[in-house]
């Protein structure tokens, strides 16, 4: 099993920024990509930035150059650093770890406020 526990979110003024955590515990070793996801209300969830423990790293476009996913190794941490917030990227925002299977967060809300 892999925990997953999201913390950084709340409320901003367009154009501010966010830094999202994600503290992975558990299975760790069995972890082969991880990533964050959002889902808005009345939408699908999306796929926000990825990465693969081989080092290859996807944004969707809506937020390159935007935001950055980044890790702490020593500390089982994962971060999404979200600049020059849009009302757009109002969501809830899901931690991801992809293992033998795929496990997910509680998640945490992002309000950008216009």
């Known amino acids: 099993q892999v925990q997953l526990v999201e913390s950084g979110g709340g409320l901003v003024q367009a154009g501010g920024s966010l830094r999202l955590s994600c503290a992975a515990s558990g299975s760790i070793f069995s972890i082969h990509a991880m990533g964050w996801y959002r889902q808005a209300p009345g939408k699908q969830r999306e796929l926000v930035a990825r990465?693969?423990?081989?080092?290859?790293?996807n944004y969707a476009d809506s937020v390159k150059g935007r935001f950055t996913v980044s890790r702490e190794n020593a500390k089982n941490m994962v971060y999404l650093q979200m600049n020059s917030l849009v009302p757009e990227d109002t969501a809830v925002y899901y931690c991801n770890a992809e293992s033998y299977r795929t496990f997910w967060g509680q998640g945490t809300q992002v309000t950008v406020s216009s």
């Open positions: 990465f693969t423990m081989s080092g290859y790293t």
